[in-house]
């Protein structure tokens, strides 16, 4: 059960589109189309943006989107604003009821 | 609202035990898993395990098994999450939140309500 793999940090001008990659294994992001994303702003709770690779829950903005391939999930934001600073976790099932987190990627909204 | 409300912050010794509480309200308590999850200070999330409320079946992260036991009582709608032989390193906050229905033939395996958080500070 080890975390999955994420960039320290990411960063992009306001209107920019940046992608935060997630890397696990062929026991958890590639074997599974589970993977979920998270927005936390500093000093608040974890709040879900994707799920399911690709799916946004009711009143997320279109302009974050999911993807896989293989083992590698990624985040895509679009027109980057000033509200989209703050750390972003991918997590994945890894079967057998179990699920992991990635370290963590920071976006600055340069 | 849908809600999940968590018991206040601990101070604890090395080597004791903490239970950090999670009251459920605006659902049917029974009907989703509930997980924990940490998140020790400027790091990331860590998963630690979840609990079935109608069964009381819990599912815990390898590195906690044998120190973490999650119980609920489906009378006042809670969890919790009791973390025993306290290290330094177990300073966090602890989030309870909310999984799948229990009864999905498609579970989703996603966290879509958080509680607010217990901070738990192990120090001598």
């Known amino acids: 059960q080890s975390a999955l793999t994420q960039p320290a940090s990411v960063s992009g001008s306001p209107g920019q589109s940046i992608t935060i990659s997630c890397t696990g294994t062929?026991?958890?992001?590639?074997?599974?189309?589970?993977v979920s994303w998270y927005q936390q702003h500093p000093g608040k709770v974890p709040k879900l943006q994707i799920f399911?690779?690709?799916k946004r829950p009711s009143g997320v903005s279109d302009r974050f989107s999911g993807s896989k391939s293989g083992n590698t999930a990624s985040l895509t934001i679009s027109g980057l604003q000033a509200e989209d600073e703050g750390d972003y976790y991918c997590?994945?099932?890894?079967?057998?009821?179990?699920?992991?987190f990635g370290g963590g990627t920071k976006v600055t909204v340069l | 609202q849908v809600q999940l409300v968590q018991s206040g912050a601990e101070v604890k010794k090395p080597g004791t035990s903490v239970k950090v509480s999670c009251k459920a309200s605006?659902?049917?308590?029974?009907?989703?898993?509930i997980h924990w999850v940490r998140q020790a200070p400027g790091q990331g999330l860590e998963w630690v395990g979840r609990?079935?409320?109608?069964?009381?079946?819990?599912s815990y992260a390898l590195k906690f098994q044998g120190r973490v036991t999650m119980t609920r009582d489906t009378s006042i709608n809670t969890a919790h999450m009791e973390l025993s032989r306290l290290r330094l390193d177990d300073t966090a906050v602890y989030y309870c939140?909310?999984?799948?229905?229990?009864?999905?033939?498609?579970?989703?395996?996603?966290?879509?309500?958080w509680g607010q958080g217990t901070m738990v500070n192990v120090s001598s």
């Open positions: 939140a909310r999984g799948d229905y229990t009864g999905s033939p498609i579970p989703h395996h996603a966290f879509d309500i």
């Open positions: 605006g659902y049917t308590f029974n009907d989703y898993y």
């Open positions: 609990i079935t409320p109608n069964s009381g079946g819990t």
């Open positions: 062929s026991s958890d992001v590639g074997n599974y189309n589970l």
């Open positions: 399911e690779v690709r």
């Open positions: 997590s994945s099932y890894a079967g057998s009821s179990t699920w992991v």
